[in-house]
């Protein structure tokens, strides 16, 4: 179980950027889950719980690149156009040719073959002249040219995956070829999430004109697929009415299977509602004023020992301040190293002012023309326009110093794709 420090939630009355926000979470929480060792073909997506050291190195030999024929280049010294040699035998992939290469003399090689001794150099098979027992090669190839090097990729000793990465087809496929067939991991993060407020219904049969006022649930369908994709066991814990004793017994459910509750709406600074009177009660609940827009005061804090993270409820901002935010803390829990979105560069095609000291993530589509890369803003801004999501390719990131954009200005963008995870 996590375990939290008394002023975990503190914060800063003054506005905390999201640095700021990060390096609390890294500082205050601590791994949530336990190790488990996996067949290999059971690890996708889930976070390396040790390193992984190579046992020997890779290639473990020097070895052909090509299908040709191999040489020693020192031969080429001692010899006049054209250059022709004498066929010793052939290497085959999987067979180690037993004898040393004879001087002036070509060994047939296929890919993957270990080289024989004293051979260094090989020629491609289609750049060769086969005549009977003898070969000739063309000139202008450099000595070592179409080797593999004993090493050149892993160095035996060397720590190949580091403890807290997210295995990914790559990281397997190293694993497997240094011969591994199992990985300890950490086991999913346990996250229970839940939507809040009398407004929100999951029912399909809601008619509008009937239920005035009452909108459908989108902020945990979304919430539980950006989790799904990074490896989290998520429960859906349902929408939470406006009703303490109802709140109160299904926080305290959950936090007996949990390791992380997530909500969305209904806690916000200002507001007598009732999550935040629960929370205070069976917890404790602080509300960190984030300089970034969209986005609510976030609440962060803890329902007995769990950790506990209240979203606002607006889709947009929701979906921001999770993949800023509230996607470290997963991380953090979870045992994943810390980590920082891939950011790239565009030029802005549009103009903007904000205040100083807040990042702002705008809504952009990205188009090329001519070789560059431009930055179009969605033309609505409201956090509760979840279309403006799914018509977008990428968040840009006003910087905090910043005050106004103009075209024609570079511009700093996340991918949307990478944020899905």
């Not at 008394?6 to 979470?25: M, P």
């Not at 954009?405 to 995870?421: K, M, W």
Request: glycine share 8%; hydrophobic share 40%.
């Amino acid at each position: 179980m996590v375990q939290l420090s008394d002023d975990c939630c503190n914060a800063s009355s003054s506005l905390l950027r999201v640095e700021q926000a990060r390096e609390i979470i890294q500082r205050n929480f601590s791994i949530a889950v336990l190790k488990k060792t996996l067949s290999l073909e059971d690890t996708e997506n889930l976070v390396l719980a040790e390193d992984i050291i190579a046992p020997f190195s890779l290639p473990p030999h020097d070895n052909s690149a090509v299908d040709g024929f191999g040489i020693s280049y020192a031969d080429l010294a001692k010899m006049s156009p054209p250059y022709q040699f004498a066929l010793q035998g052939t290497a085959k992939a999987g067979h180690v040719f037993p004898d040393p290469l004879l001087p002036f003399h070509a060994i047939k090689i296929f890919t993957g073959a270990v080289l024989p001794s004293n051979v260094d150099t090989i020629y491609m098979l289609e750049d060769c002249e086969i005549n009977g027992d003898k070969v000739t090669v063309p000139a202008g190839l450099k000595k070592g040219s179409n080797t593999r090097q004993a090493g050149e990729d892993i160095t035996k000793g060397q720590v190949i995956l580091h403890q807290g990465i997210r295995l990914r087809p790559s990281h397997i496929g190293v694993a497997a070829s240094l011969g591994l067939t199992a990985l300890t991991c950490y086991m999913p993060l346990r996250v229970t999430i839940f939507s809040s407020g009398d407004e929100i219904t999951r029912s399909s049969q809601m008619s509008y004109k009937k239920e005035a006022g009452r909108i459908f649930d989108s902020n945990t369908p979304m919430l539980k697929s950006l989790l799904h994709r990074l490896g989290v066991d998520v429960t859906d814990g349902g929408v939470l009415p406006d009703h303490p004793q109802t709140i109160r017994y299904k926080l305290q459910e959950a936090s007996q299977r949990a390791d992380l509750i997530i909500s969305s709406g209904g806690v916000s600074v200002g507001e007598e509602d009732h999550m935040k009177a629960v929370i205070t009660e069976i917890g404790k609940i602080d509300f960190w004023r984030l300089a970034i827009k969209p986005g609510k005061p976030l609440a962060m804090g803890y329902i007995g020992q769990i950790p506990y993270v209240g979203l606002p409820g607006n889709p947009v901002a929701s979906f921001v301040t999770f993949a800023v935010i509230a996607r470290f803390l997963v991380a953090q829990l979870g045992g994943e190293r810390p980590f920082n979105l891939p950011v790239y560069n565009a030029i802005a095609d549009f103009s903007y002012q904000k205040k100083i000291g807040r990042r702002e993530y705008l809504r952009i589509t990205l188009t090329r023309s001519e070789g560059i890369l431009k930055a179009h803003k969605f033309p609505r801004e409201g956090a509760g326009i979840l279309t403006s999501l799914t018509n977008s390719h990428a968040l840009a990131e006003l910087p905090e110093r910043l005050t106004s954009l103009s075209p024609g200005d570079p511009i700093s963008f996340i991918p949307l794709e990478a944020i899905y995870g």
